[in-house]
């Protein structure tokens, strides 16, 4: 392989818990709540999906359903849409639903696969280019710096400064010509099959990682190595 191209959230990086994620703006705004409403909160936004990289809405809101097929090809809709399914649950402050998305954002919000320096040197190492390829409604690269990762990656390609968003060619196709690299002679590794599967219309291979805790994934990244030759 001349490249190989990587998802972020749930590939190279996994969020905090919704849990981590309320609590740390509560902290943030100076909120002190009752530990019972601060659980019952978390499990709330939890299943409105209402954090972005964690899980699916369990019931996506009618008046969200046409925002959120499209999220992530503008920051607009990315905010409108997670913003959207917050505000399904009563929270004491109504600033607490700007901070919960700002917050999101935030490299500490954060971590890295334990595997993915090391993926990412040895690939830089044997001279193969990596691009990160990633749904998203705003800019990751400060994450990649915080953490260290970004003097890996050659090429960010994301949706909402291309207005387009996988499984579209489209995007792998920018990402290829960021890289100039042929398909045929680039791996995708993600951890959507749906979204990520695009690349092999475009004549990648493609290889799927489990979106896993960081903790319970320590070495996922590792067959990539083999894979990439």
Known sequence: ??????????????????????????????????????????????????LPGGAAPERLPEELAGVWGIRDE?????????TGLARQVPLPDPAL????????????????YADAVEVL??????GISVG???NI????????????LDPYVDAYVLSYEHGV???????FKVACEALDVAPRDVLMVGDDRRADGGAAD??????FVDHLPVSERPDGLRPVLELAG
């Open 121 to 126: 040197g040895e690939l830089r190492e044997r």
């Open 137 to 148: 409604g705003w800019d990751l690269r400060p994450v990649f710096r915080a953490h260290g």
């Open 97 to 112: 639903y700007d901070a919960l998305y700002a917050r999101h954002m935030a490299p500490a919000a954060w971590a890295p």
């Open 165 to 171: 968003q996988k499984p579209d060619p489209r995007l």
């Open 202 to 207: 475009l004549g990648c291979a493609v290889h």
């Open 1 to 50: 392989m001349a490249a190989v191209l990587f998802d972020f959230s749930g590939t190279l990086f996994r969020i905090e818990s919704t849990d981590s994620w309320l609590r740390a703006v509560l902290a943030e705004q100076g909120l002190a709540l009752p530990e019972p409403q601060v659980a019952v909160a978390a499990r709330a936004l939890e299943a409105a999906g209402a």
């Open 132 to 134: 990160v390829v990633s």
């Open 74 to 82: 503008s920051a607009e809709l990315h905010r409108a849409a997670y």
